[in-house]
C-alpha cells in the first residue's frame, strides 16, 4: 500500500492593501454609522427628531447590551 502526495490545488491569493483599504475604510464608515444609530440615537445625542429610529433598532439596542430605558 503506498500513499500518494497530494499537492495543494488551491494556492492563496495576495490582494495587495492598495485595494483593500478603500473598502476596508467604507467598511469603518458604515459600522460606525450603524453604531450611532444602534447604541447613540436618542435623547441630547440625536440628530433626528422623534423616537422613529430608536423604535427601528430598539431589539438590537438590547441585544448589544447598549443603556437604554
Ligand atoms: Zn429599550
Do not use: K, N
Amino acid at each position: 500500500m503506498t500513499i500518494a502526495a497530494v499537492a495543494p490545488s488551491a494556492r492563496p491569493v495576495s490582494i495587495p492593501v492598495g485595494e483593500i483599504l478603500p473598502w476596508a475604510v467604507f467598511g469603518e464608515l458604515i459600522f460606525l454609522l450603524v453604531l450611532y444609530f444602534v447604541g447613540a440615537e436618542q435623547g441630547a445625542t440625536s440628530i433626528f427628531p422623534g423616537m422613529y429610529i430608536h423604535e427601528f433598532v430598539h431589539d438590537g439596542r438590547h441585544l448589544l447590551g447598549f443603556p437604554c430605558h
